[in-house]
T-cell receptor, first 115, second 112 residues
Framework: DAGITQSPRHKVTETGTPVTLRCHQT?????MYWYRQDPGHGLRLIHY???????DKGEVSDGYSVSRSKTEDFLLTLESATSSQTSVYFC??????????????FGPGTRLTVL | DAKTTQPNSMESNEEEPVHLPCNHS???????IHWYRQLPSQGPEYVIH???SNVNNRMASLAIAEDRKSSTLILHRATLRDAAVYYC?????????????FGKGTLLTVNP
C-alpha cells in the first residue's frame, strides 16, 4: 500500500470553528489532492498541489484553503466550518510521470462532522 | 471534461465473470480511460487504464471499442471482495492537468 496517512480520521466540530486536516505521504510523489465525498455526488476535487508551494483550485474550492510547505505534507483548512462541509475527505497522491504512470493513490479518509 | 455514463448498479454471482460497461461518446483522441473502484468505507483504488488497445492486469481486463466511444471493465471471476463502486473516468492530456473527475459510478453487488 502507498504510504499515505490522514489525520485526524474522525472529527466533530462546531459551526464557525477553524479546522485543519493533514495528509502525509512517504512516497515522495509530486502531486497531492484533496477530495470530498458526499452521498449522491461521488468524489469532488477541492484543491490540488503540483509541488511545494504550488497549489490550484478544484471544482469545489470555496470555503477551503490549502498549504504545502514540504513535499510530504498537504494541509486542508476550513477557516470557518459550516454544516455544508460535513463530509468524508480523501487525500490522494500521484507521481505523474506521464499518462502511463499517473495512478492516484488514496488515503483512508477523514470523516468530518460540523454541528 | 468529457463525460462518462455508467449503469447505477449491477449484480453478479461469485466466481462468474462481470462486464461493467461505460459510455464515453465525447471522448477526445488523447483522453485515457481510467477505472477506479471504491470498497465500502475505503478510499478509491486504481484498477486499470488504457488508450486504444485492450489492457490486462492482475485485477481486471479493459476492453476498448474500436471507435473508443465505449469501454468495458471485465472481472474474470468475481469474488465477494469485488463488491464495490466502480468508476470509469476520462483523463485529459492538457499540460500538467492530471485531475480525476469522478461520476457516480456503478455499484456492483456480488452474490455468494
Amino acid at each position: 500500500d502507498a504510504g499515505i496517512t490522514q489525520s485526524p480520521r474522525h472529527k466533530v466540530t462546531e459551526t464557525g470553528t477553524p479546522v485543519t486536516l493533514r495528509c502525509h505521504q512517504t512516497e515522495n510523489h509530486r502531486y497531492m489532492y484533496w477530495y470530498r465525498q458526499d452521498p449522491g455526488h461521488g468524489l469532488r476535487l477541492i484543491h490540488y498541489s503540483y509541488g511545494v508551494k504550488d497549489t490550484d483550485k478544484g471544482e469545489v474550492s470555496d470555503g477551503y484553503s490549502v498549504s504545502r510547505s514540504k513535499t510530504e505534507d498537504f494541509l486542508l483548512t476550513l477557516e470557518s466550518a459550516t454544516s455544508s462541509q460535513t463530509s468524508v475527505y480523501f487525500c490522494a497522491i500521484s507521481e505523474n510521470r506521464g499518462h502511463s504512470y499517473n495512478e492516484q493513490f488514496f488515503g483512508p479518509g477523514t470523516r468530518l462532522t460540523v454541528l | 471534461d468529457a463525460k462518462t455514463t455508467q449503469p447505477n448498479s449491477m449484480e453478479s454471482n461469485e466466481e462468474e465473470p462481470v462486464h461493467l460497461p461505460c459510455n464515453h461518446s465525447t471522448i477526445s483522441g488523447t483522453d485515457y480511460i481510467h477505472w477506479y473502484r471504491q470498497l465500502p468505507s475505503q478510499g478509491p483504488e486504481y484498477v486499470i487504464h488504457g488508450l486504444t488497445s485492450n489492457v490486462n492486469n492482475r485485477m481486471a481486463s479493459l476492453a476498448i471499442a474500436e471507435d473508443r466511444k465505449s469501454s468495458t471493465l471485465i472481472l474474470h471471476r468475481a469474488t465477494l471482495r469485488d463488491a464495490a463502486v466502480y468508476y470509469c473516468i476520462l483523463m485529459g492530456s492538457g499540460g500538467s492537468n492530471y485531475k480525476l473527475t469522478f461520476g457516480k459510478g456503478t455499484l456492483l453487488t456480488v452474490n455468494p
